[in-house]
């Protein structure tokens, strides 16, 4: 084990640019053995290309890396992993048809002589390494029986004990995890941290920030804004490290103007994931849908989307009852759905930032001949790009190459440039810094006050309450509650979530 007064990582003058943009500009960093150190910074910031950079993905224009004192030179993942550097992202990188040893091994497995293929061996070690982190997992289990939390875990102990990792980059871990799934996780980061293995932990989670990190370095713009000792700062500091003021009205205020009937569903069902489903969504009204994940909040709107098989029950749109066959009968009739799965369900990745903001409403960017018009088209995504604070050097940039939160808030823009009666949001702000969230909120308060219905599923408790009129709480397929703004509270909202008593509306 290392001397814990030399870091066991340390990056300095780290510079990195890509094609009309400055990523990292003379940056350092520096982590201990056993420290938790929380990565923080605005969408864009260059959090994730400094930990590309030290994992070996991309190479660095400037700077110097040393691991335990010595310079190293890390021109590969191979070399990366070699020297005690592993990330876990959050799309997990297991693969599912293979079993939990041969994920353990893969691509570095154990042989025999004449190289043959020791799998007893590598069984025994994935045995010993799961009991090691105190995991009840079969080793034989084929991964894709496992949950995604524990397949986390499956990557977490590949990297920490079979790797035997010196750093472990963990790059916004917890955004697919339920609340009970994060804990387990911090308890394994905790047992980590007693064997001295050094933790990157990226997140725009403040709560689990202060819950679990020693040290927070803030980037901003691609430099370093600060160094934070957590025990000695609060939200407020953090905060404006990373956007650089204060933040005001977080939430926007409840306006509370209830106008007419837009959506309404009645005994909507769909197989066992949606049960007798029956809801409506006012104009000027923002209705919250709360639950855990997997109580069928999803399933609901995709089912009212047209988007899922075997629905029954009846939607009314208007007072109009309507029958959608698919996403495109219900876009047309005016209703916008912003999925959560946004990279496979909401961009597409080649076009620019341009072309995708205006992609759900070709109408709106309509001339008087109804041919595009694409100066209004720029116009648009120009305006969308300074409200949201979308970085990237220009609007034609391909949305493939922009930051993983910065190409969430393409999305969010592409539907709030709808004109919908009824847009639904599923969970809007995951991977959203802080400013861009409080931004989107107050847009969703306009959309609403131009008499839009807006539905927004939420996983972020305070969000949910802070933003909602009136939150509806789900559980396993049924709704099982009913509140407005000002009797809601996160107990509520966990008691009624977890199947027990709702007020039953
Ligand atoms: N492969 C790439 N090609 C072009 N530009 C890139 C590439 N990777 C990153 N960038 C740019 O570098 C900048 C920093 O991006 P990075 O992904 O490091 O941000 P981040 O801090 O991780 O943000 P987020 O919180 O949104 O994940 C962004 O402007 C991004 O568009
Ligand atoms: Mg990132």
Redesign the pocket.
């Known amino acids: 084990m290392g001397d814990s007064n030399v870091p066991v990582l340390e990056a300095r003058g780290i510079s990195k640019s890509?094609?009309g943009?400055r990523?990292l500009n003379d940056v350092h960093l520096e982590i201990y053995p056993g420290e938790i150190l929380g990565l923080v910074?605005e969408?864009?910031?260059?959090?994730?290309?400094l930990m590309k950079i030290m994992t070996g993905a991309y190479t660095k224009d400037s700077g110097e890396i040393k691991i335990e004192g010595q310079t190293v030179n890390i021109d590969s993942t191979a070399k990366g992993r070699e020297l005690g550097i592993s990330i876990i992202y959050q799309e997990l990188s297991v693969l599912p048809t293979l079993t939990v040893t041969e994920n353990m091994f893969l691509g570095n497995l154990i042989t025999k002589k004449r190289g043959v293929v020791d799998w007893s061996e590598m069984s025994r070690r994935t045995k010993k390494a799961l009991e090691e982190m105190g995991l009840d997992i079969n080793p034989d289990m084929l991964v894709r029986d496992l949950n995604i939390a524990q397949c986390q875990m499956i990557e977490i102990c590949r990297a920490a004990i079979i790797n035997k990792a010196k750093v472990l980059i963990m790059d916004e871990p917890t955004s697919s995890l339920v609340n009970r799934e994060i804990e387990y996780m911090f308890e394994i980061m905790a047992q980590l941290k007693e064997k001295k293995i050094a933790i990157i932990y990226i997140s725009?989670k403040l709560e689990e920030l202060f819950r679990i990190t020693d040290r927070m370095e803030v980037?901003k713009d691609?430099e370093n804004s600060a160094t934070l000792i957590t025990k000695d700062v609060d939200k407020d500091d953090v905060v404006k490290a990373m956007v650089g003021r204060e933040l005001q009205n977080y939430y926007p205020p409840h306006e509370g103007v209830r106008g007419k009937e837009v959506l309404r569903v009645e005994n909507l069902s769909q197989g066992k994931t949606v049960r007798n489903v029956s809801f409506t969504a006012y104009g000027g009204e923002i209705l919250g849908f709360a639950g855990l994940i997997g109580a069928g909040r999803s399933e609901t709107m995709m089912s009212v989307f047209g988007a899922m098989p075997g629905v029954t029950g009846d939607i009314y749109l208007e007072g109009k009852k309507k029958n959608f066959k698919n996403p495109g009968d219900a876009i047309a009739a005016g209703i916008a759905y912003a999925p959560e799965d946004r990279k496979h369900q909401g961009l597409v990745q080649i076009f620019s930032v341009n072309t995708n903001t205006s992609l759900a409403n070709l109408t709106g960017i309509y001339n008087k001949s109804k041919l595009l018009d694409l100066k209004k088209e720029r116009k648009i995504s120009e305006e969308y790009r300074e409200l949201l604070n979308i970085?990237?050097p220009d609007v034609d940039k391909i949305v493939g190459?922009?930051?993983?939160?910065?190409q969430q808030k393409v999305i969010v823009g592409k539907w709030l440039f709808t004109d919908a009666k009824v847009v639904i949001f599923d969970e809007p702000s995951k991977?959203i810094?802080v400013g861009a969230k409080a931004e989107i909120y107050k847009l969703m308060r306009k959309i609403a006050g131009e008499g839009k219905a807006v539905i927004m599923i939420s996983s972020e408790l305070p969000e949910v309450i802070g933003v909602s009129d009136r939150v509806i709480v789900m559980h396993d397929g049924e709704i099982k509650g009913e509140y407005s703004y000002d009797e809601v509270s996160e107990q509520i909202i966990m008691q009624t979530a977890i199947g027990g008593r709702g007020n039953g509306k």
């Open positions: 890509f094609p943009v990523a910074g969408n864009g910031a260059g959090k994730s290309t725009h980037f691609g970085k990237t190459e922009l930051s993983g939160g910065n991977g810094d």
